[in-house]
């Protein structure tokens, strides 16, 4: 089983639609947690950052963390064309300098 | 604000052909330093990290090697390529206070 779980998508949603984007993970150990966005052949772009459970807004993003179900989500809101990309989840725990990261999912937001 | 450059952006080497790939960070002192590798429709895969001048830490046995000479400054390395070492190699620091992951451009590397 790996440690963190992403489904690759890709997913295509109407413009001005609610996006929802998780990632699952095994390791207890989190607590820190990120969303990056990635455009093709770019390189990833932090988006949100959160440590531990609850939410944290900024503009049309939304984090959230589940540390009880081991579960994190990214919500857009009125979503663009402009946000079609891929998207990573990212964790680390307390004491360690790696990160994990999902595959990332792929989002299409059509005109 | 903290900024950091990657090059080259694109590469095209021969197998067996040396490799140096570097990556420079500004605006923030002491920062942890990362190479990851990104194969195409795969996830980012660690490949080394440096908490200081000196210190690397080897992810994954291979024929790449990494060295940071200065605080900001983080070289990915190898002496003779592979047709497996084509991807898209990043560089990525953090601060050595804080949790948040920042990535570089990316060079993309083409061994033929």
């Known amino acids: 089983q790996k440690e963190v779980e992403q489904d690759p998508g890709p997913l295509s949603v109407p413009e001005g639609a609610i996006v929802s984007l998780n990632c699952t993970y095994s390791?207890?150990?989190?607590?820190?947690f990120m969303w990056y966005r990635q455009y093709s052949r770019k390189g990833p772009e932090l988006l949100m950052y959160?440590?531990?459970?609850g939410n944290k807004e900024d503009g049309r993003f939304t984090a959230q963390v589940d540390k009880s179900s081991k579960y994190i989500s990214l919500f857009i809101r009125d979503s663009q064309p402009s946000d079609s990309a891929t998207y990573l989840c990212a964790m680390k725990g307390s004491g360690t300098y790696k990160y994990i990261f999902g595959t990332g999912t792929r989002l299409k937001v059509l005109a | 604000s903290q900024t950091i450059h990657q090059w080259p952006a694109t590469l095209v080497q021969p197998v067996g052909s040396p490799l140096s790939l570097e990556c420079t960070v500004e605006g923030t002192s002491n920062p942890n330093l990362y190479w990851y590798r990104q194969a195409a429709g795969r996830g980012l895969q660690l490949l080394f990290y440096s908490v200081g001048i000196g210190q690397i830490s080897s992810e994954v046995p291979q024929n790449l090697s990494a060295s940071r000479p200065q605080d900001r400054q983080f070289i990915l390395s190898s002496k003779k390529l592979l047709l497996s070492d084509s991807g898209f190699y990043l560089c990525?620091?953090?601060?050595?206070?804080?949790?948040?992951?920042?990535f570089g451009p990316g060079t993309r590397l083409t061994v033929t």
């Open positions: 390791n207890s150990a989190f607590q820190y």
């Open positions: 990525a620091w953090s601060g050595y206070d804080s949790y948040e992951q920042y």
């Open positions: 959160t440590y531990s459970s």
